[in-house]
């Protein structure tokens, strides 16, 4: 008989938990927070979850040995890791790189990002969240002048075209209920959410005839997108495509090529003591399951797509 535990993994699922390759579908989750700092915050990790802590640079430190897998914490300002971003155009020497992190550290959040885990393991974060906020780690969903965010990096079922397209359609199509259910009605945090697609750009990749091959997706995503600053940013899936096509059109934008849909709609709210990553990883899965459904028309077994579907 299937136990409570097993009942709610599955819950959580996505419709589609193995890979094209036949591997198991992985996503990484990237969490960041105010107060301690990104040392203090690594060591908080390695005590409580087990592994050991090692400086990458500074400003930036991998815990390894976790059963989660490794995990980063770093403060969240290129500038201060001349080192991993050779796509600056304009890069620090160490000694001031470093100066910079500990200068920007009251105003510039740290970030915690982890290896890809399984997805059936999602739920162990939640351990990972009270131990930073155990070290001091707090927020409230927005800093200044942009959000707190909480991050999933998600495996796609298939790499292929009409896959990332239905993603991309099903997204479409809540996104203003994702964005609601995230803002809970406070004019803040709606304010330093990343800002919606282009209007036109949702009219053309809604209609039901926009099914494009990997080059054309690409160039009308780039017009209309030359930014990572999207609820559902494509940029590294597309760069892992074609990364030419991609730092043709953006050169020094904060592009990772990975093969994986980089989520960025949600917010952290380490203050809040009640807070845990699954509430939107489960408003992740809406786009999860409405993809499912939404293929490319002229198929056997595909349907047609529509704002109702």
């Not at 819950?11 to 700092?37: M, Q, W, Y």
């Not at 200044?144 to 993603?167: E, M, Q």
């Amino acid at each position: 008989m299937m136990n409570d535990a097993a009942i709610d993994a599955d819950a959580l699922g996505p419709p589609t938990l193995i890979a094209a390759d036949g591997s198991l579908r992985r996503v990484g989750v990237e969490i960041e927070f105010l107060g301690p700092s990104a040392r203090a915050a690594a060591q908080a990790l390695s005590i409580d979850l087990g592994g050991t802590c090692q400086a990458e640079d500074p400003h930036a430190f991998r815990v390894s040995g976790v059963g989660l897998g490794d995990l980063l914490v770093e403060t969240d300002l290129r500038h201060v890791h001349p080192d991993r971003h050779p796509e600056l155009g304009v890069r620090l020497g160490r000694r001031m790189a470093a100066w910079l992190g500990t200068v920007a550290s009251p105003f510039v959040p740290r970030e915690l990002i982890t290896a890809p885990i399984p997805i059936g393991r999602l739920q162990e974060m939640d351990l990972a969240v009270s131990s930073l906020r155990t070290a001091g780690a707090h927020g409230h969903g927005a800093v200044l002048w942009d959000s707190l965010g909480l991050h999933f990096n998600i495996d796609p079922p298939r790499l292929d075209a009409a896959t990332v397209t239905a993603f991309l359609k099903a997204f479409l199509l809540v996104s203003d209920r994702l964005r609601q259910e995230i803002v809970r009605g406070s004019f803040r945090r709606a304010l330093v959410l990343p800002p919606d697609y282009p209007q036109a750009y949702k009219q053309r990749v809604l209609d039901p005839d926009y099914w494009p091959d990997l080059p054309t997706l690409t160039d009308d995503y780039l017009v209309a997108n030359p930014t990572r600053k999207r609820g559902l940013d494509l940029l590294p899936l597309l760069a892992h495509f074609d990364e030419q096509r991609v730092r043709s059109v953006l050169p020094h934008e904060k592009i990772g090529s990975r093969p994986v849909f980089h989520y960025r709609l949600p917010q952290a709210h380490l203050s809040d003591f009640a807070w845990s990553i699954m509430p939107d990883w489960e408003r992740w899965l809406l786009v999860e399951r409405l993809a499912s459904h939404l293929e490319e028309p002229g198929e056997k077994g595909r349907v047609a797509l529509s704002p109702s579907a």
